[in-house]
T-cell receptor, first 114, second 115 residues
Framework: NAGVTQTPKFQVLKTGQSMTLQCAQDMNHEYMSWYRQDPGMGLRLIHYSVGAGITDQGEVPNGYNVSRSTTEDFPLRLLSAAPSQTSVYFC?????????????FGDGTRLSIL | AQSVTQPDIHITVSEGASLELRCNYSYGATPYLFWYVQSPGQGLQLLLKYFSGDTLVQGIKGFEAEFKRSQSSFNLRKPSVHWSDAAEYFCAVGGLETSYDKVIFGPGTSLSVIP
């Protein structure tokens, strides 16, 4: 059982480039989310999804797009990377969030924008 | 503003000493409450959770937490700390009245353990 898989683990981009961070889970979880982690700020919610075809914004959605075409996958897109988006990104999943189910986290993607 | 606070940015304790990490939230209703631990370079692992019932909950690795509605707190405790407990600890809140599906994290408390 792989759990939550994030790729790539590390990435360096130049300002203005675009890229997609991949997230896949094999637990048939309905709820998936993306966080960014910055020193002293904990994890901040970027976007989340309560099921295929449904997404919503979190605390810091600007500069990021998401889609949820399948239950398993929840990619995060940076359309035009900026240095302020240098961070560690975590994807997480759980059963329906409304029941208070805990989230399972991936190992993170460390992204640097030059 | 709605928020999750962890007043202690960094705590240092001696091995074998007791530990309490503080967490407060400012939401009106009783949310779901979680504590996660993050070891260096790793993702987050759930320690324990609360969403109803007994206000004292037991978790993994000998941790427990107590929900106090009157204080809007969910403090994490461990009676005797081990060197392997050194990590970053995050309190999280879900089931928010403004957005039931969101989970919001506090800024974290970094724990160092002195041999």
């Amino acid at each position: 059982n792989a759990g939550v898989t994030q790729t790539p683990k590390f990435q360096v981009l130049k300002t203005g480039q675009s890229m997609t961070l991949q997230c896949a889970q094999d637990m048939n979880h309905e709820y998936m989310s993306w966080y960014r982690q910055d020193p002293g700020m904990g994890l901040r919610l970027i976007h989340y999804s309560v099921g295929a075809g449904i997404t919503d914004q979190g605390e810091v959605p600007n500069g990021y797009n998401v889609s949820r075409s399948t239950t398993e996958d929840f990619p995060l897109r940076l359309l035009s990377a900026a240095p302020s988006q240098t961070s560690v990104y975590f994807c997480a999943s759980s059963y329906t969030q409304g029941t208070g189910q805990p989230q399972h986290f991936g190992d993170g993607t460390r992204l640097s924008i030059l | 503003a709605q928020s999750v606070t962890q007043p202690d940015i960094h705590i240092t304790v001696s091995e074998g000493a007791s530990l309490e990490l503080r967490c407060n939230y400012s939401y009106g209703a009783t949310p779901y409450l979680f504590w996660y631990v993050q070891s260096p370079g790793q993702g987050l692992q759930l320690l324990l959770k609360y969403f109803s019932g007994d206000t004292l909950v037991q978790g993994i690795k000998g941790f427990e937490a107590e929900f106090k509605r009157s204080q809007s707190s969910f403090n994490l405790r461990k009676p005797s700390v081990h060197w392997s407990d050194a990590a970053e600890y995050f309190c999280a809140v879900g089931g928010l009245e403004t957005s039931y599906d969101k989970v919001i994290f506090g800024p974290g408390t970094s724990l160092s353990v002195i041999p």
